[in-house]
């Protein structure tokens, strides 16, 4: 970037006065040097009025758009602006939400990708870091925090100490009368944030979140060699989020979902925390060395993905975290890269934020996360975190790039990872490997691996062979061109299923032999290993998709065997695949789903996870006949141990919505028992999926325009139902007319997901209509990724 070769910024001073009801003020001091005497350049303000702007002491002309140019630099110069701005309700910049339990404002910044410049003025780029030293003004009685720790308080006047040099999108801070709980672990500072009306439900929490927290934190230290660099480390849980979390430095925010109010399973529970560490893991990854600029969003990505699922496992809070990551994290990195949106994991030609905001996808955080454990085990661990720890050293407070990662871990390692890098990161697409066993009278007499797909890669993994009898054998192998010999694998008993990449060791999309997929409803059941059963599951559900296993012969699998699948996790995505991609299609009854669910619900224990999730997972797929027993459940009739609170009630209430079994009033009564804001968006949900042409009209009138992303979000996730097409038919043709305006004055990643989870996706008539919004020359390019990938997939399940 031209403006990183010119200028230096040595400081940020920010002061925002958050007293006033319906705008802020924002007041900021630049100082920076520039290399070239008399050049011009801008910086950023994003929907400001100006009240003054000095560059040097000599006023400047209003901006345009978002920029404010500053011409005839001097050698060292400081700029200051006072602007006012109204908050957010999108969920972008300083965003305002008023509690509807008690009345009360919270206020939270939210900066990536360049959203700072909604709150101070800057130079909005990752390679220009500079130390923000922040001041707020608020009502004495709120609480303020910021990235820093606090330097001093005065009434309303809050001063925190300069933080280490920032990118502007790390920038937050949080304002209101939020409930906080503190402790400290190893010297850092530890802070627990929410809604006062949220207190209740972090508090049995609180010794969970603090012990995760401090065990993240001795893996990190314990792993990189650097302590973590920004003093105190401060999580709250906030309002209307429209993402996961995110990583500001000293100051991570999470959605408010995470905070559990109601019974959780433990899936969700060790998902929680590796959510956690893959934020923590981005105190490393992203903020103490910066990417340079957004190609390398997955620098950042990448990174905290693999070494949070990692550390999840090695801290043993969630021993099944690889099993969890196969099913669930690494199936989106392979159903990213079969789409048309694919694109390396390290890209070139990333413009822009627009560009990048698109990248933040399955492909940055899956599978990098896959290409990095596969460079782990090619190196050696010991090579790979000796190369990480130097990588930190020479880059500490500064920005790095592919190159310079590539140059540090070849250092380390005495070999040069260009080739690597080309094959893994530089270009897209999953290879498929695929047993072809000779036969003799029925038994194994060899086996020979096929790599397909382009490039080939080098692949370094485990055959296993399970047996019905309960015996197995492994054995390591490598493959690198089209065919490998896997010598010592014969003789095998006949029923034996033949497992490639057991481990999980690569990635790359396998195939089962058809003796193996004939005994697979016999052997998986009794599977021990949850990483094999996960990394079997994924195999299955991919060739379905690839339509080289017909939905029959999946649904027989599930019969057999997910009603005694142990993992949550892998239970639960196995029957949304079973539900999402096939039920919903007519590929396959919603009954053997429901009755699958059944079983498993039936022999769980009571008051346990297990039990919770197969109810939800019942209550999800439960069809008419079903409606008197998820009555039954609403009014107490539940198993024994099922606590039937205020989530699974809008789950269930949700189900019935959809199926004719609720009312308008109805809902309106739940949503008086649970007046939150999560309550208001599952009351959203359940009136979009009531079966009537009122609730359709007024939920896509939602979903089209309203500002807020969550509700519209609700409403885009209920609307499609099966069997209420008559209803819905009309809503194909209108969504290609309405996604355009689906993407204005919205949050950008929030906009993306109403426009994705509205796309009218079990519709045959919304392929050709796709298909001519996508001729057209002047579509919107994220649009154009949005429809594209919903097309294909439209494509893959209708075409013959």
Same mark, same amino acid.
């Given at each position: 970037?031209?403006?990183?070769?010119?200028?230096?910024?040595?400081?940020?001073?920010?002061?925002?006065?958050?007293?006033?009801?319906?705008?802020?003020?924002?007041?900021?001091?630049?100082?920076?040097?520039?290399?070239?005497?008399?050049?011009?350049?801008?910086?950023?303000?994003?929907?400001?009025?100006?009240?003054?702007?000095?560059?040097?002491?000599?006023?400047?002309?209003?901006?345009?758009?978002?920029? #404010?140019?500053?011409?005839?630099?001097?050698?060292?110069?400081?700029?200051?602006?006072?602007?006012?701005?109204?908050?957010?309700?999108?969920?972008?910049?300083?965003?305002?939400?008023?509690?509807?339990?008690?009345?009360?404002?919270?206020?939270?910044?939210?900066?990536?990708?360049?959203?700072?410049?909604?709150?101070?003025?800057?130079?909005?780029?990752?390679?220009?870091?500079?130390?923000?030293?922040?001041?707020?003004?608020?009502?004495?009685?709120?609480?303020?925090?910021?990235?820093?720790?606090?330097?001093?308080?005065?009434?309303?006047?809050?001063?925190?100490?300069?933080?280490?040099?920032?990118?502007?999108?790390?920038?937050?801070?949080?304002?209101?009368?939020?409930?906080?709980?503190?402790?400290?672990?190893?010297?850092?500072?530890?802070?627990?944030?929410?809604?006062?009306?949220?207190?209740?439900?972090?508090?049995?929490?609180?010794?969970?979140?603090?012990?995760?927290?401090? $065990?993240?934190?001795?893996?990190?230290?314990?792993?990189?060699?650097?302590?973590?660099?920004?003093?105190?480390?401060?999580?709250?849980?906030?309002?209307?989020?429209?993402?996961? $979390?995110?990583?500001?430095?000293?100051?991570?925010?999470?959605?408010?979902?995470?905070?559990?109010?109601?019974?959780?399973?433990?899936?969700?529970?060790?998902?929680?925390?590796?959510?956690?560490?893959?934020?923590?893991?981005?105190?490393?990854?992203?903020?103490?060395?910066?990417?340079?600029?957004?190609?390398?969003?997955?620098?950042?990505?990448?990174?905290?993905?693999?070494?949070?699922?990692?550390?999840?496992?090695?801290? &043993?809070?969630?021993?099944?975290?690889?099993?969890?990551?196969?099913?669930?994290?690494?199936?989106?990195?392979?159903?990213?890269?079969?789409?048309?949106?694919?694109?390396?994991?390290?890209?070139?030609?990333?413009?822009?934020?627009?560009?990048?905001?698109?990248?933040?996808?399955?492909?940055?955080?899956?599978?990098?996360?896959?290409?990095?454990?596969?460079?782990?085990?090619?190196? &050696?661990?010991?090579?790979?975190?000796?190369?990480?720890?130097?990588?930190?050293?020479?880059?500490?407070?500064?920005?790095?790039?592919?190159?310079?990662?590539?140059?540090?871990?070849?250092?380390?390692? &005495?070999?040069?990872?260009?080739?690597?890098?080309?094959?893994?990161?530089?270009?897209?697409? =999953?290879?498929?490997?695929?047993?072809?066993?000779?036969?003799?009278?029925?038994?194994?007499?060899?086996?020979?691996?096929?790599?397909?797909?382009?490039?080939?890669?080098?692949?370094?993994?485990?055959?296993?062979?399970?047996?019905?009898?309960?015996?197995?054998?492994?054995?390591?192998?490598?493959?690198?061109?089209?065919?490998?010999?896997?010598?010592?694998?014969?003789?095998?008993?006949?029923?034996?299923?033949?497992?490639?990449?057991?481990?999980?060791?690569?990635?790359?999309?396998?195939?089962?032999?058809?003796?193996?997929?004939?005994?697979?409803?016999?052997?998986?059941?009794?599977?021990?290993?949850?990483?094999?059963?996960?990394?079997?599951?994924?195999?299955?559900?991919?060739?379905?998709?690839?339509?080289?296993?017909?939905?029959?012969?999946?649904?027989?699998?599930?019969?057999?065997?997910?009603?005694?699948?142990?993992?949550?996790?892998?239970?639960?995505?196995?029957?949304?695949?079973?539900?999402?991609?096939?039920?919903?299609?007519?590929?396959?009854?919603?009954?053997?789903?429901?009755?699958?669910?059944?079983?498993?619900?039936?022999?769980?224990?009571?008051?346990?996870?297990?039990?919770?999730?197969?109810?939800?997972?019942?209550?999800?797929?439960?069809?008419?006949?079903?409606?008197?027993?998820?009555?039954?459940?609403?009014?107490?009739?539940?198993?024994?141990?099922? $606590?039937?609170? =205020?989530?699974?009630?809008?789950?269930?209430?949700?189900?019935?919505?959809?199926?004719?079994?609720?009312?308008?009033?109805?809902?309106?009564?739940?949503?008086?028992?649970?007046?939150?804001?999560?309550?208001?968006?599952?009351?959203?949900?359940?009136?979009?999926?009531?079966?009537?042409?009122?609730?359709?009209? =007024?939920?896509?009138?939602?979903?089209?325009?309203?500002?807020?992303?969550?509700? $519209?979000?609700?409403?885009?996730?209920?609307?499609?139902?099966?069997?209420?097409?008559?209803?819905?038919?009309?809503?194909?043709?209108?969504?290609?007319?309405?996604?355009?305006?689906?993407?204005?004055?919205?949050?950008?990643?929030?906009? #993306?997901?109403?426009?994705?989870?509205?796309?009218?996706?079990?519709?045959?008539?919304?392929?050709?209509?796709?298909?001519?919004?996508?001729?057209?020359?002047?579509?919107?390019?994220?649009?154009?990724?949005?429809?594209?990938?919903?097309?294909?997939?439209?494509?893959?399940?209708?075409?013959?």
């Amino acid at each position: 970037m031209r403006r990183a070769q010119l200028l230096r910024v040595h400081s940020y001073a920010v002061e925002l006065d958050v007293t006033r009801d319906d705008e802020f003020v924002s007041r900021t001091v630049v100082e920076f040097s520039c290399t070239s005497d008399g050049a011009s350049t801008f910086a950023e303000l994003k929907g400001g009025r100006i009240r003054h702007a000095l560059l040097n002491g000599v006023p400047l002309a209003e901006h345009t758009d978002n920029r #404010l140019e500053l011409p005839g630099l001097a050698a060292r110069n400081r700029l200051e602006v006072e602007f006012t701005a109204p908050y957010s309700r999108g969920g972008e910049g300083l965003h305002k939400f008023t509690d509807p339990e008690d009345g009360e404002v919270y206020l939270y910044g939210q900066a990536p990708l360049d959203d700072a410049q909604r709150m101070f003025v800057c130079f909005d780029q990752p390679d220009l870091k500079a130390p923000i030293a922040l001041t707020v003004l608020a009502p004495p009685q709120w609480i303020v925090r910021g990235n820093a720790p606090l330097a001093g308080r005065d009434g309303g006047r809050w001063s925190f100490e300069p933080t280490p040099p920032l990118a502007p999108y790390l920038f937050s801070l949080l304002a209101g009368p939020w409930h906080v709980l503190e402790s400290e672990h190893d010297g850092i500072p530890l802070g627990l944030l929410c809604r006062r009306s949220l207190a209740a439900a972090l508090a049995p929490d609180a010794e969970e979140l603090f012990g995760a927290t401090a $065990a993240g934190f001795d893996r990190y230290h314990e792993l990189f060699g650097v302590r973590y660099p920004f003093g105190k480390y401060d999580q709250a849980f906030v309002p209307e989020f429209s993402g996961g $979390a995110v990583e500001n430095p000293g100051l991570v925010n999470f959605r408010e979902e995470f905070l559990f109010r109601a019974r959780v399973t433990d899936s969700e529970r060790h998902r929680r925390f590796v959510v956690m560490l893959h934020e923590m893991a981005h105190m490393w990854f992203g903020d103490l060395v910066t990417l340079r600029w957004w190609d390398d969003v997955w620098l950042n990505e990448a990174f905290a993905e693999y070494m949070g699922w990692r550390v999840a496992a090695e801290t &043993g809070r969630h021993p099944t975290a690889s099993a969890d990551f196969a099913i669930w994290r690494e199936r989106w990195g392979y159903l990213a890269d079969q789409r048309p949106s694919t694109h390396p994991v390290a890209p070139d030609g990333v413009a822009d934020t627009e560009v990048a905001l698109q990248n933040f996808d399955g492909i940055s955080y899956a599978k990098g996360a896959a290409a990095l454990h596969q460079l782990a085990v090619h190196l &050696g661990d010991d090579v790979f975190l000796s190369g990480l720890r130097e990588y930190f050293r020479r880059y500490r407070f500064a920005n790095a790039a592919l190159v310079d990662l590539l140059s540090v871990l070849g250092d380390a390692a &005495g070999r040069d990872l260009t080739g690597w890098a080309e094959l893994w990161l530089r270009s897209s697409g =999953a290879n498929t490997l695929r047993p072809l066993p000779s036969r003799a009278a029925g038994a194994p007499a060899g086996l020979t691996v096929e790599q397909t797909g382009r490039p080939l890669r080098p692949h370094r993994l485990t055959v296993s062979a399970y047996a019905t009898d309960g015996s197995v054998r492994r054995l390591p192998f490598t493959i690198d061109g089209t065919h490998a010999t896997i010598p010592g694998l014969t003789p095998a008993p006949t029923g034996t299923v033949l497992l490639l990449n057991d481990g999980d060791e690569t990635y790359a999309k396998i195939r089962f032999d058809p003796f193996s997929r004939a005994a697979l409803p016999a052997v998986l059941p009794d599977l021990e290993g949850p990483l094999a059963r996960a990394v079997v599951w994924l195999a299955v559900m991919d060739a379905v998709r690839d339509r080289e296993i017909p939905p029959s012969e999946f649904l027989a699998l599930l019969v057999a065997a997910l009603p005694t699948e142990r993992q949550e996790g892998v239970f639960d995505e196995v029957l949304a695949f079973a539900r999402d991609s096939l039920a919903r299609r007519g590929l396959v009854p919603f009954a053997p789903l429901a009755e699958a669910c059944a079983t498993a619900l039936a022999g769980a224990a009571p008051g346990t996870g297990r039990q919770l999730a197969t109810a939800r997972a019942l209550a999800s797929v439960a069809g008419e006949p079903d409606v008197p027993l998820l009555r039954g459940w609403l009014d107490g009739a539940a198993p024994d141990g099922l $606590a039937v609170d =205020a989530d699974l009630r809008w789950s269930l209430l949700r189900r019935l919505s959809a199926l004719g079994g609720a009312s308008q009033s109805e809902i309106a009564a739940e949503e008086r028992r649970d007046p939150t804001a999560k309550g208001a968006e599952a009351a959203a949900a359940c009136r979009a999926a009531l079966p009537d042409p009122e609730s359709k009209a =007024a939920a896509w009138s939602t979903l089209a325009h309203d500002p807020n992303p969550r509700l $519209a979000i609700a409403n885009a996730s209920a609307f499609w139902q099966p069997g209420q097409e008559a209803l819905t038919d009309a809503y194909v043709e209108r969504y290609f007319a309405d996604a355009p305006a689906m993407l204005d004055g919205r949050y950008p990643l929030a906009a #993306l997901q109403v426009v994705r989870h509205s796309f009218p996706l079990y519709s045959a008539r919304a392929l050709p209509l796709a298909e001519a919004c996508l001729a057209a020359d002047d579509l919107d390019p994220r649009l154009r990724r949005e429809l594209a990938d919903g097309a294909d997939e439209l494509r893959r399940w209708t075409t013959t």
